[in-house]
C-alpha cells in the first residue's frame, strides 16, 4: 500500500529561483496538509486542502508561496523568488477527515 | 499559538518509564501526539478529543485535562524503538482539528 510520497526529495535552489514541490497522497484521502519544518523544530502549518478546496491558507509565511490541489488528489506547492529563510523540510500530510494524519517522507530544500 | 512541551529532551535506560507534557495558553479542542525519528517523518501516535479522555497504544498512552489545558504522554517500560522526537499538536476550540506543533521532545533510550 503506497503511503503519502514528495519529489523531490532535496532540493537545492539559488536564491530568487522559484521552486515546486509535489505531494502524492494516498488515494482518497480527502484532506491534504502542508507543513514547513525547520531544524529543530517542530512542523508548522502553512495550508490545509479539502478535495481541491483550500480551506485555510493562514500559515503561508508571504506571498511567494503558492498552493494548489487542482483535482482533489495531487498538489504542488510553490515558492517563488527563494530566500534563504526558506530553507527547511516541507512536509506533506493527507488524512481521510482531518484527524490521523499520514506525512510523507518530505522535501528538504536548501536555498544558496 | 504554540504549545509548550517539556521536558525538552529525556534519556532513559531501556524497560524505565517516561512522562512528556504539553501545554497552552488557549482552549483546546484536541491534542495529537506524533513520532518523529531522526531523517523520517512523523508516525500518528494518537488523538485525544475529549477533557480527560483517555488513549493507549501498546505501552504508549496519553491524557487530555481540558480545564487546564494540558495534555501528557506516558511511555511505559520504554524500548529501544520509541528513541525519537515527540511532538504534541493542539486544535484550537472551535473545532480545529487542525494542530499547532510544539518544539518536540527528544527522548533516547539506551540498551
Known amino acids: 500500500g503506497a503511503g503519502v510520497s514528495q519529489s523531490p526529495r532535496y532540493k537545492v535552489a539559488k536564491r530568487g529561483q522559484d521552486v515546486a514541490l509535489r505531494c502524492d497522497p494516498i488515494?482518497?484521502?480527502?484532506?491534504l496538509f502542508w507543513y514547513q519544518q525547520a531544524l529543530g523544530q517542530g512542523p508548522e502549518f502553512l495550508t490545509y486542502f479539502q478535495n481541491e478546496a483550500q480551506l485555510d491558507k493562514s500559515g503561508l509565511p508571504s506571498d511567494r508561496f503558492f498552493a494548489e490541489r487542482p483535482e482533489g488528489s495531487v498538489s504542488t506547492l510553490k515558492i517563488q523568488r527563494t530566500q534563504q529563510e526558506d530553507s527547511a523540510v516541507y512536509l506533506c500530510?493527507?488524512?481521510?477527515?482531518?484527524?490521523?494524519?499520514?506525512f510523507g517522507p518530505g522535501t528538504r530544500l536548501t536555498v544558496l | 499559538q504554540q504549545p509548550v512541551q517539556s521536558p525538552q529532551a529525556v534519556i532513559l535506560r531501556e524497560g524505565e518509564d517516561a512522562v512528556i507534557n504539553c501545554s497552552s495558553s488557549?482552549?483546546?479542542?484536541?491534542v495529537h501526539w506524533y513520532r518523529q525519528k531522526h531523517g523520517e517523518a512523523p508516525v500518528f501516535l494518537m488523538i485525544l478529543l475529549k477533557g480527560g479522555e483517555q488513549k493507549g497504544h501498546e505501552k504508549i498512552s496519553a491524557s487530555f485535562n481540558e480545564k487546564k489545558q494540558q495534555s501528557s504522554l506516558y511511555l511505559t517500560a520504554s524500548q529501544l524503538s520509541y528513541s525519537g522526537t515527540y511532538f504534541c499538536?493542539?486544535?484550537?476550540?472551535?473545532?480545529?482539528?487542525?494542530?499547532?506543533f510544539g518544539r518536540g521532545t527528544s527522548l533516547i533510550v539506551h540498551p
Open positions: 488515494s482518497g484521502h480527502v484532506s
Open positions: 499538536g493542539t486544535g484550537a476550540s472551535g473545532g480545529s482539528y487542525i494542530p499547532t
Open positions: 500530510a493527507s488524512s481521510l477527515a482531518t484527524n490521523e494524519q499520514f
Open positions: 488557549k482552549a483546546l479542542y484536541s
